[in-house]
């Protein structure tokens, strides 16, 4: 079958107005739920999963591709409006978006979080539809000794989130890291610091810990000071995103687009951590980079470049390789099967009408978000309005419903509070939040693909150099770290 | 406050919090099979390797203490005197105890009914201006989350002993 | 504690002021918690039960998935509802008999549970690459005894753990701990991602988890450990290969209740199963994927994971697998 004829049978799987509605409803569903705190994108696939059984294949698998692209969006509008990321990807949104909307430029940084989604998820979807079998083979080569490199290199995106002190962000990711042993021992099976409690054992709840290092010292900063706000132009007023902006922060949208295709091939990585490496990117190129973490729209740009670009590019190992890349495709993987279809390489052969339907649907999907977010914008603005000292209490109860579905736990909720208050002893001795996330993120996979790679070997650490990609990975650590000890020697406030 | 004095403080306590890690919490709280057969695939590997970091970032924190310059007060701060004393402490404690007290209802009366306790006590906590309106929210909001949760998303939202919501 | 012990005496107070004006069971949603993770075999058989389920119980289904600790967080929090029958939980193989068979910490044995079904059959196949050179068990045997094999699994305590040990053992490996290497991976994806990327040598798992590999013939199946061939699967059976006793090695699903669930709350369970499982969707949908299905009552489903369970134990207890930290 030549390409024609593949676009041609796609072209009648997806060419008739239920397949384009229903990846419109799952658009309108995703941005919905990513919007709200808990919900996050995952679970809105999840939820949506059921309805798809009955479906035409191509339309329960577009919708819930509508939905996921549409929730990893909908997550910035929350955390831009009340810094309460609504999936984990936009927690390095948060970073400059809402600063942004503290000075009153709400609608300038959800208009770029938009656009920027946009872009990237057409870089993304495009990426796919390209180098999916390239990309695939590529994946495939990722052991736990690449993943161990890679995840060490993504690491030092601490030094680019850390602030005015290298230090206290240290001290920031390694308390991060210890968090994160929580739970039972990969290898072994044995607790750690479990103190006895089944709810403990499954280590602690990422979002729970999300939302309570983010949202929770916001409300407890209310306490302190209520009166704090008063005088500051919080409204969202006229401020838009203007076409310069755009043009000014495009080479960062599409680094952090590329970092987003690369990061989600591989399986097992996500998007939080590609937002964060966009981000970090992003500061270390821009010429703006004093105003990074102040509200600085190049970041909001690069951070939703960097999680929507892994929104396509998860599907690469997924329809290639049948392997999920990451939570919410190995849900989605669950709609192929149910329909008898069995992504891998044999799928290209025997069923290339639902791929290149799949193919059509994605490249319009981009288009679809687009439209969607540009109303949802307009739909949540009035969230900026609302008086502060209303909406805190607000959030802080939709956090406890968000927060509690995400694993139908009460504990998860103490657990939010607890990380509430040490987010807030944080902020009150300006020890920086980021790190912190994404030292909890990285920190077991660091662990557990170490002690794979050792496995492996049989304790023989010449494994973590076994081929040109860990050579590369180790290499690119190598200059980050030189390029960090020399700039903060060069500020002439060493490490601090 | 000066970044003298705050990372002598960070560090005094970041390096305590490492002994106490080295000395008590791993060997009391992280269990390893005695069969472990190399030391490096050890659950306690791990643990033990972030302590000592800790430790060497809490040097780290004193070290830069005591260099120079480091004694200029941040630009930011705001003033050590708080123009209501005690009050923000309290507010603060007050905070601690609502969360406390949710955490105690939730299973009891319901997340419903708490959320909405908890909507008026923050906002009568932060002394709002529109006392009317927080109480209108404070019923409508957790009522509306509860309607979505649980009839849209199809979460169990706890129902606690006393009201059951259709 | 004290909190909870408190907290029982206030329900226990309101219960008894709620008191003996009893309707018929059910009279409102009964919670149904998944102790694994959306999308999972667990979840979608779960799901997909829902259905004819909510149709033949009369009242709402509320699916809740409580994840962590490989099955324990959610089993747990069903362990501790009160056994009135309005928090059920959807057992699965790994979280109760595996778990419970490896696991000396788990906060709970199988007496704190009552099982009112057991539903579904997962046959477990161990596949191979087809480029490892590796065509047989006795193949993959040979090549243990020279060193260097390796199986993958999703983690401590899994099923696929289990499996992987056991049926070394029983194909004539003296001690599978030491001759071949287990390495865990975070969860059933990553398991079989492992063995295709050649971290591992072979997996050993539910058949539904390897049916698309298999199809796509990036990985090989050596064998499946039921009695009857599965479909799709081009390899012996255990009983061709004279290995009987490794039709014990099956995944399955199950409903539960805690201990102390009424006999007519389990009586009822029983029959809406019954109509269940006659649902022709539901039935076409799950054998797709490759499960059977096949209807135990409270009695033969207590005496199927006992049976497994104490299989299970008598391996862990031989090979010394029992993890007491």
Sequence with gaps: MSLMDSLAAGLSLVGNVEAFFML??????????????????????????????SMAPINGILLLLGVYKGG?????????????????????????????????????????????????????????????????SFALNFGPPEFFALILFS??????????????????????????TVGLDLVYGTNRFTFGDPNMMGGLNFIAVLIGLFAIPEIIAMAWNPVAHLGRTRALGKSKCTLADY????????????????????????????????????????????????????????????????????????????????????IIIGAFMVHGLQPGPMMFILNVDIIYGLFIGLIVSSVFLLLVGSVAI????????????????????????????????????????VMGWVGYIMMRNRIPAAPFLIAFILGPLLEDNFRQSMLMSGSDPLILFRGPITWFFWLLTAITVFAITRSTLRKRVPLS | MSEKSLHLRLGIFTSLFALFLVLFAIPTF????????????????????????????????????????????????????????????LRLAALGVIMVLVMFGLPRLGMVWTAMLAFAACAFLFRTRHPIVALVCAVIVPLLLYAFFAHVAGVAIPQGNFVRLP | MKLRTLGSVLALGVGLIAGPALAEYPE??????????????????????????????????????????????????????????????????????VNPAMKATLPYTLDDFRFVTVYEINPVACAVRPDSGIDSMDALVAKVAEGGVSYSSS???????????????????EDPLSQATHIPQQGGGAAATAVLNGTATFICTNSSALASFVSNGQLKPLMVTTAEPVVGFDAPTANDLGKPALNQLVGWTGIAGPDGLPDDVATKWGEWMAAATEDETFRSTMEARGSVIELMDPEEANAFILEQYNTFRALVDELGMRIEG
Excluded at chain 1, 33 to 48: E, K, N
Excluded at chain 3, 61 to 82: D, E, H, I
């Design chain 1, 247 to 330: 043009l000014g922060s495009f080479k960062s949208i599409i680094r952090g687009s590329m970092i987003g295709v690369f990061l989600g091939s591989i399986p097992g990585i996500g998007a939080a951590p590609s937002a964060f490496l966009s981000y970090s990117e992003a500061r270390r190129t821009s010429k703006n980079k004093a105003n990074f973490g102040k509200g600085e729209i190049e970041g909001v740009a690069a951070s939703e470049a960097g999680n929507n670009g892994v929104a396509g590019a998860t599907l690469i190992p997924l329809l290639a390789l049948g392997v999920p890349g990451d939570v919410i495709t190995a």
């Design chain 1, 155 to 180: 690491l030092t995106i601490i030094a680019g989130v850390s602030g005015e002190s290298l230090l206290r962000g240290a001290l920031s990711a390694l308390a991060g890291l210890l968090l994160a």
């Design chain 2, 30 to 89: 992280v269990f390893a099979p005695s069969n472990v057969g190399n030391i490096i695939l050890s659950p306690l590997f791990w643990p033990y390797v972030l302590a000592g970091l800790t430790g060497v970032i809490g040097l780290g924190l004193l070290a830069s203490a005591f260099k120079p310059g480091a004694n200029v007060p941040f630009e930011d701060e705001e003033g050590t005197a708080h123009p209501e004393r005690a009050a923000p402490w």
């Design chain 1, 24 to 53: 419109f409803c799952g658009l309108v569903i995703g941005v919905i739920g990513g919007a709200i705190p808990g919900l996050s994108a995952t679970m809105a696939v999840a939820l949506t999963l059921p309805f798809t059984f």
């Design chain 1, 378 to 417: 307009r739909g949540f603005k009035f969230v900026a309005d609302v008086p502060k000292r209303i909406l805190m209490p607000g959030v802080l109860v939709l956090c406890i419903y968000g927060v509690y579905a995400v694993n139908n736990n009460i504990f998860d909720v103490g657990v939010m509070f």
């Design chain 3, 155 to 173: 983690g401590v305590g899994s099923l696929l753990h289990l499996a992987g040990a056991m049926v070394l053992k029983e194909f004539g490996v």
């Design chain 3, 28 to 97: 409102r949603p009964i919670n149904m918690i998944i102790p694994y993770g959306a999308g999972g075999a667990t979840d979608i058989s779960a799901r997909t039960i829902a259905e004819p389920l909510g149709s033949a119980v009369g009242e709402a289904l509320v699916m809740a998935n409580v994840t962590g600790a490989g099955g324990a967080t959610g089993s747990v929090a069903v362990q501790n509802a009160k056994p009135d029958g309005y928090t059920m939980l959807f057992a699965r193989v790994g979280s109760h008999s």
């Design chain 1, 72 to 136: 990893i969006f909908g997550g910035s509008i929350p955390a831009i409006l009340i810094k309460t990321p609504g999936t984990p990807a936009s927690s390095a949104t948060i970073l400059d978006g809402h600063p942004m909307a503290e000075r009153g430029e709400a609608g300038r940084a959800l208009g770029m979080a938009l656009y920027a989604s946009c872009t990237a998820d057409a870089v993304s979807n495009l990426s796919l539809i390209l180098f999916a079998g390239w990309l695939a």
